[in-house]
């Protein structure tokens, strides 16, 4: 099992399939399992590279979870895992490493934003902690949705992977604290997606940070904060085509 090393963190990453780089990074608290749809998708003609942030999975805990660290682990990663460039792919907090890291490093070729916001003093935390209890298919899901897996298929996978309350309590006030900075000084490629029905981020929020962007898309998506998971089908055929060209 591959692992980085930053800051005395251990860090567990998976690489899959060949090609250019794909890296995933998660909401805040949530394991690598909550990309399995889109890692599936493009590893292939693509690598796929999913990594358990620290207190995730399993990455070690510790004191400090802030956006900036989060991405000098990412850089940690990329670089034990020999990857010049990549891709990068994050949903809510992973979205906002990927900002910062694009801001500080330069192994970024693109980037595509799923239900991340210009900053994160909008995001509800309150909605995102139901995100981790009983209440969890409400804030994920719309009430139609049928599912890509059995919801205690799903819980087992959670069990294993996502964050204690410990972590989870720090990477959300990370989240809340996240600010981009200059947004016109990122100047990689974007792709941004704000799900229309998220309780944890506004959907308008979503489209604000792709126009600030230089190079910034914004398309809606269906579906409430895991619409990525919900309308699988749509974002992966999205994320392909804006990854190949």
């Known amino acids: 099992m591959p692992r980085a090393r930053h800051e005395g963190i251990d ?4 690489q899959v399939g060949s090609g250019d780089t794909v890296v995933f990074l998660p909401e805040a608290g949530l394991g690598a ?3 399995g749809w889109q890692h599936d998708a493009v590893a292939g003609p693509f690598e796929s590279l999913v990594v358990d942030p620290r207190g995730t999975g399993r990455s070690d805990a510790a004191d400090d979870y802030a956006v900036e660290t989060l991405a000098a682990d990412l850089e940690a990663v990329l670089r034990d895992a020999d990857v ?3 891709h990068l792919v994050g949903h809510g907090l992973g979205g906002a490493v990927a900002l910062a890291y694009a801001r500080e490093y330069n192994r970024a070729r693109s980037l595509a934003l799923v239900t991340t916001p210009a900053a994160g003093d909008v995001v509800d935390t309150d909605a995102l902690e139901r995100l981790f209890s009983e209440e969890w298919p409400s804030v994920a899901f719309s009430e139609s ?3 890509v897996a059995p919801r205690d298929e799903i819980e087992g996978w959670r069990r294993l992977d996502d964050a204690d309350a410990d972590a989870r309590e720090q990477l959300f006030a990370a989240y809340r604290a996240f600010d981009p900075g200059a947004l016109y000084e990122i100047t990689v490629p974007t792709l941004v997606l704000g799900a229309l029905d998220s309780p944890v981020v506004p959907e308008p929020a979503c489209e604000t940070l792709a126009q600030g962007l230089p190079r910034g898309e914004y398309e809606q998506v269906e579906g409430r904060h895991l619409a990525h998971l919900e309308h699988s089908r749509a974002v992966n055929d999205r994320l392909l ?5």
């Not at 085509?241 to 060209?245: A, I, N």
């Open 33 to 35: 399992w909550s990309w």
């Open 145 to 147: 949705y049928v599912g």
């Open 84 to 86: 010049r460039s990549a």
């Open 11 to 14: 860090l567990y990453y998976e």
């Open 241 to 245: 085509q804006f990854l190949e060209e």
